[in-house]
């Protein structure tokens, strides 16, 4: 058998999403500074990628439940830094990443959560080493700004699933001048309450749109995940890691149906991270994807046919779309 069947049987084993974390991995290990002794945040991160490294490749890594005590302490750890770096000078409630603010964890289980997002794009808007950067993110999925699909001053960009506010106080930083605004879409009130409402007291050109984004307007069933930070719509429950005892009911709208309800003259930008329901925001946003060509960053993890599915709903829509897929998301745009 020739190598590069070895290696292509060995990809398709592992899978695409747990292959780039080994291949990112490796290439951090190659970097220069490795192992970032003199770069605390820097370590912590790679300790992580390590540790999920090595648990997967090795047999018994996880005996006893070794690795989850020690991915815990590490977030604890990652988590500290950040506070002990990035606290807002004006509330200690509030981080402060390069002038986008929004707010810290209120519950332990929430932390993981920010890491992985810091991991995912937030990294980007305070560290300058963009290699490093890019190693990281693409372990996570890669950023939600990349090449043609970056956010500009004076856009409006609907973040649908805004969650904790992550995305939407950095948009909100970047797209603030010239009338830019951001609509944060999120149907948990949890969510809202402890997170949004800080963001936008601290941003005051995001929106809050307490709504399920799908392909039908009225009330629909939503269920949180075991971590109760996360949630999807019910009908596309992934089983055990949700909780149908938690399910209720929210409010659901389309796209088309919120620009025409608001009068909003444009979209420039979406961003979609909805639990395998970006293909129903895709059918209930026909009409703003022909008439405004917004900048599209969507999701493809959820689904098993979701690169598919996604860019043939976009290009149905609107046929001037480049589609790009990389690694975990869609990047389109129209030139």
């Known amino acids: 058998m020739r190598l590069a069947e070895v290696i292509s049987g060995i990809r398709s084993r592992l899978g695409g999403e747990k292959h780039q974390n080994f291949v990112a991995y490796r290439k951090i290990r190659k970097h220069p500074d490795f192992p970032f002794s003199k770069e605390p945040l820097k370590k912590l991160i790679v300790d992580y990628m390590e540790l999920e490294h090595n648990a997967f490749f090795h047999l018994n890594y996880n ?28 509330d200690s409630s509030l ?24 991991m995912e794009f937030l990294i980007y808007y305070f560290c300058e080493d963009i290699f490093f950067c890019d190693l990281v993110s693409k372990c996570r999925g890669g950023p939600y700004e990349y090449g043609h699909t970056q956010i500009n001053s004076g856009d409006v960009v609907f973040d649908c699933g805004a969650n904790m506010g992550a995305f939407s106080a950095l948009a909100s930083r970047k797209c603030g001048e010239n009338g830019g ?31 399920a984004i799908t392909s039908e307007n009225g009330q629909i069933g939503f269920s ?19 909780r149908t005892q938690s399910e209720f009911t929210v409010q659901s709208i389309t796209l088309d149906t919120f620009v025409e309800r608001n009068k ?72």
């Open 95 to 118: 981080f402060n990443f390069n002038g986008a603010l929004l707010a810290k964890p209120v519950r332990e289980a929430d932390r993981e959560l920010l890491v992985m997002e810091l």
């Open 224 to 242: 949180l995940a075991n971590n109760e930070t996360e949630g999807r719509i019910s009908t596309l429950d992934w089983g055990d890691c949700y």
């Open 264 to 335: 909003i003259r444009n979209v420039d930008f979406i961003k979609a991270d909805i639990e395998g329901a970006e293909r129903y925001l895709l059918m209930g946003a026909k009409q703003v994807l022909r008439q405004f060509a917004p900048k599209l960053v969507i999701c493809t993890y959820h689904l098993p046919d979701d690169p598919k599915v996604l860019r043939e709903l976009i290009l149905e829509a609107n046929p001037k779309y480049i589609v790009e897929q990389q690694l975990m998301k869609i990047y389109a745009y129209v030139p």
């Open 63 to 90: 005996k006893g439940g070794r690795v989850n005590k020690q991915k815990i302490d590490i977030v604890d750890n990652i988590y500290k830094h950040l506070c002990d770096i990035y606290t807002a000078n004006h």
């Open 181 to 211: 605004r951001v609509y944060a879409f999120e149907p948990y009130r949890f969510l809202i309450d402890n997170y949004l409402q800080k963001v936008v007291t601290e941003n005051p050109n995001i929106t809050i749109c307490e709504y």
